[in-house]
C-alpha cells in the first residue's frame, strides 16, 4: 500500500510543480488627465488560465480637488474580434454578485475575477476617465493573472 501511494505521489509531482502563477500586463502606466480620456488594454488571451482575475492599480496626484474618476470595463471575445461586455466578481459584490463596470476615484487596488464558465479565450479591459481637471492625473497600471 505505501508503494502504491508513493507511486501515486511521484506521478502527480510534476502537475503540482508545473501549475504556477502567471502575470501579463495589460495597461502599463497609462496617466489619465485634462487630455487623455480613455484607453482600451491590450487583448489578453485566457483560454489557458484558471482563476483569471484582473488588478487595476489607480494612483492619483494630489492636484485639483476635482479629482479624476476612472470606470473600468471588460470585454471578451470566441476569436479576438467580435466583443462582447463582461461581467465579473470583486471583493465589495463578492461571489453572489455580478459588476459590469466599476468607477475608481480614490488610490486603490481594484481587483475582480471572472467566471471561468464563460469559457471566452480573449479577454481585454477598457478604462474611461470623467471629472478630469487639467491640474489632476491619475495613473493606471493594470495586469491579469492566473494559474497555467
Not at 36 to 57: E, G, H, K, Q
Request: glycine share 8%; charged share 15%.
Amino acid at each position: 500500500m505505501k508503494k502504491l501511494l508513493l507511486g501515486f505521489f511521484i506521478l502527480m509531482l510534476p502537475l503540482a510543480v508545473c501549475a504556477s502563477p502567471i502575470d501579463i500586463t495589460i495597461i502599463d502606466g497609462i496617466t489619465f488627465n485634462g487630455t487623455t480620456t480613455d484607453t482600451m488594454s491590450s487583448v489578453v488571451s485566457i483560454a489557458d488560465l484558471t482563476n483569471p482575475t484582473f488588478y487595476v492599480l489607480y494612483d492619483e496626484d494630489a492636484g485639483d480637488s476635482s479629482g479624476t474618476a476612472v470606470t473600468i470595463t471588460a470585454e471578451v471575445s470566441n476569436d479576438g474580434s467580435n466583443w462582447m461586455t463582461a461581467s465579473w466578481f470583486d471583493f465589495s459584490g463578492g461571489p453572489a454578485s455580478f459588476q459590469t463596470s466599476e468607477s475608481i476615484s480614490v488610490d486603490t487596488n481594484y481587483v475582480g475575477w471572472l467566471e471561468k464558465a464563460a469559457n471566452y479565450p480573449f479577454f481585454r479591459l477598457s478604462a474611461a476617465s470623467s471629472g478630469s481637471a487639467a491640474t489632476s492625473t491619475a495613473v493606471i497600471n493594470s495586469f491579469m493573472r492566473g494559474v497555467k
